[in-house]
């Protein structure tokens, strides 16, 4: 059994480190004392210590060398390396967009395979088991690698707690990669997110299909989010449509959510949309079907037109708290 | 412009998938099967690039042979000429397999300017075949595209982000994966469907592209597959005109208003 250290790929976004990376540091570190992260991003100042108090013990600091290049060949390269100079037990990337750059062309460079969409990572008798799920997380798959190869396991966000850890971390640079075969070359960046919490960290997500009828209708759950001080989802149908932009879409395609509610409106329950938000702690679903398939994960199921029971809730809400 | 589309057949979505009980494969021989619908926005992207530079499309699928199905939808979609690579020691193959095995083909049949692929598979969704492939080929990689066109430095991208778009271009050759959404695939017309059948499609094996055994041995197992526990059912009702305040009582209790 190979007993070399976890390679952990620390995203950087913005000279901050991207949350998924922190939990992969973390659970790193509960199935291994030496866990290597790879910091890279366009300016990688002091994300060493965020990733030490996550549970790294070496931290190899790593700067695009090139802001109009994008990250993943360039990263892919620098962790390849790492691949070599360090042999490592097993390699862990979150499933972002660069995430999955870097898993493809890493896997190439290095020989290894991809386990994709991880949920889950233990050690069983000394092997690396990877969960993840099929069919609508209706079956739970386990697999590994065979035991002489390491392999890139593509974990998804959330999947993991981050948890403080104190220890020594040994920090060192390591020169930007010089062969990578990739000439893209970004010419604009347009964000498009709203106000109030992301996503991804609200605690309440309201979210909104085509069941809504119409784009115009989001402003209910615009509203709706206000009052909860929570954040407006989507399911790809309505993104498709081009009634939200694409950073709003929850599921298999878009964001993992894990709020303490999730109001889905008007939204079927599609697998490929479950797969994002039924970690949520609870679950509302007002859907005119009673026998629409998100039923079957809500808490509180409320069969009934989400334009007329919607407009309610928020008065109602508003009454409550001008009394309070 | 020569280009080339990656398309994979998958099991028909809207019936139950199952698994091989001895090999936790997907269960394939018998089951309908269709062109994964997550492809036909990259075959869409392919012909309108084609349409604008009058270049010819090419579509690769690995696959058992009545993949050939789905290479021919294709095909009466618009695309000119198919390759299938099929070979019984494919089975299962995971994606740096599937990825060297697209590279030899693509590299086999004359090399291409553009190679567009989908972003992930239905059924298998590992989404790092592209970027795989681009790296095997040595080619620039436009990944997760929302609109594609000819312009800039070759190919130039609306790439998806987690918090909105990049626009990115890249010279040829670049390997392009494209989203759902990128595009409204076109539907075969008649005369496509009666045309697909005599444009070429041709089957090559492992030994065709000169890839040995080790090149295709892949190091992943599975080791069991169970059912996940199934949520308990909550509370179900209907609104008679007192569900709003159901649901304001619930998010009070849950301490969020
Ligand atoms: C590869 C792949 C990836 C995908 N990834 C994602 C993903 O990331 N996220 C995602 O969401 N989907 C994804 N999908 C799409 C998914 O399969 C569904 O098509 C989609 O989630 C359906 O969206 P919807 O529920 O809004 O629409 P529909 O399925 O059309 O459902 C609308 C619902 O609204 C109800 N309704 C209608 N009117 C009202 C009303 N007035 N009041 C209350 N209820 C009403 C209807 O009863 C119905 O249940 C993916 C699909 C594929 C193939
Ligand atoms: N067997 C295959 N044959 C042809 N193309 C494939 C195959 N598998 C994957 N692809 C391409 O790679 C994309 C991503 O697939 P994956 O990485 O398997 O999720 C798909 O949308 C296809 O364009």
């Known amino acids: ?40 991003g366009s300016s990688t100042e002091g994300v060493d210590k965020a990733f030490a108090s996550a549970g790294a013990s070496a931290v190899h600091l790593a700067e695009h060398p090139v802001a109009d290049r994008l990250i993943g060949p360039f990263a892919a390269a620098a962790m390849a390396s790492l691949v070599g100079a360090v042999s490592p037990r097993a390699i862990l990337i979150g499933a972002t967009y660069t995430g999955r750059d870097v898993a493809g062309r890493l896997a190439v460079r290095a020989r290894l395979g991809v386990i994709a969409n991880v949920i889950d990572l233990m050690d069983k008798d000394g092997r690396l088991v990877a969960l993840n799920t099929i069919f609508g997380a209706t079956q739970i798959v386990e697999s ?28 060192s640079r390591l020169e930007p990669p010089t062969d990578v075969q990739d000439s893209a070359r970004i010419i604009e960046s347009h964000s498009e997110t709203s106000t109030g919490p992301g996503l991804e960290e609200a605690p309440v997500v309201v ?10 209708n989001f402003a209910l759950l615009t509203e709706l989010a206000r009052l909860t001080h929570g954040s407006v989802g989507a399911s790809r149908a309505v993104v498709d449509a081009g009634w939200v932009p694409y950073s709003m879409q929850v599921g298999q395609t878009g964001k993992t959510v894990k709020p303490t509610v ?11 949309h479950t797969v994002g938000m039924k970690g949520a702690k609870n679950i509302i679903a007002i859907n005119r079907d009673q026998d629409a398939p998100i039923f079957k994960l809500a808490d509180l199921g409320v069969v009934g037109d989400c334009l007329t029971v919607l407009p309610k809730v928020i008065e109602e809400i508003k009454a409550r708290q001008q009394q309070g | 412009m020569n280009i080339t589309v990656c398309v994979k057949q998958i099991p028909d979505q809207s019936i139950p998938s199952e698994l091989l009980p001895d090999s936790w494969r997907l269960r394939r021989a018998d089951v309908n099967a269709v062109l994964d619908p997550g492809d036909e926005y990259a075959v869409e992207a392919a012909l309108k690039l084609a349409e604008a530079t009058g270049g010819e499309v090419t579509a690769v699928s690995m696959g058992p042979a009545r993949a050939d199905e789905a290479l021919r939808k294709a095909l009466s979609m618009g695309v000119h000429k198919a390759i299938l690579v099929t070979d019984d020691a494919l089975e299962g193959a995971a994606a740096l397999v599937t990825a060297r095995v697209l590279a030899a083909a693509i590299r086999k049949s004359g090399g291409t300017d553009v190679v567009i692929t989908g972003t992930e598979s239905t059924d298998g969704y590992t989404g790092v075949v592209p970027q795989a492939l681009a790296e ?18 070759g190919i130039t991208i609306h790439r998806q982000t987690d918090t909105g778009y990049q626009i990115v271009t890249a010279p ?56 996940a526990p199934e949520k308990q059912a909550g509370e179900l009702i209907s609104d008679d005109g007192t569900a709003a305040g159901r649901i304001v009582e619930f998010l009070a209790q849950l301490k969020v208003i």
């Open chain 1, 1 to 40: 059994m190979n007993a070399g250290p976890i390679l952990v790929f620390g995203e950087v976004e913005d000279g901050r480190a991207a949350p998924v990376s922190l939990e992969l540091a973390s659970q790193a570190r509960r199935l291994s004392d030496a866990v290597v992260v790879l910091a890279y």
């Open chain 1, 144 to 171: 590994g690698f065979t035991s002489s190869s390491p392999g890139i396991f593509l974990v998804r966000p959330k999947s993991f707690e981050v948890a403080a850890h104190e220890g020594d971390v040994a920090v």
């Open chain 1, 207 to 216: 979210s909104g299909g085509r069941g809504l009828g119409d784009a115009s």
């Open chain 1, 262 to 272: 999730y109001i889905a409106c008007g939204i079927s329950g599609a697998m490929q």
């Open chain 2, 136 to 153: 095997l080929l040595g080619s620039s990689s436009l990944t997760f595209a929302k609109s594609v066109e000819t312009g800039g430095e």
């Open chain 2, 172 to 227: 040829l050759p670049v390997v392009v994966s494209v989203t759902a959404g990128a595009n409204q695939p076109r539907y075969p017309s008649l005369k496509g469907i009666m045309g697909a059948k005599s444009k070429p499609l041709e089957h090559w094996s492992l030994a065709d592209l000169g890839l040995d055994g080790e090149a295709v041995a892949s190091s992943q197992r599975v080791f069991s597959v169970v059912a």
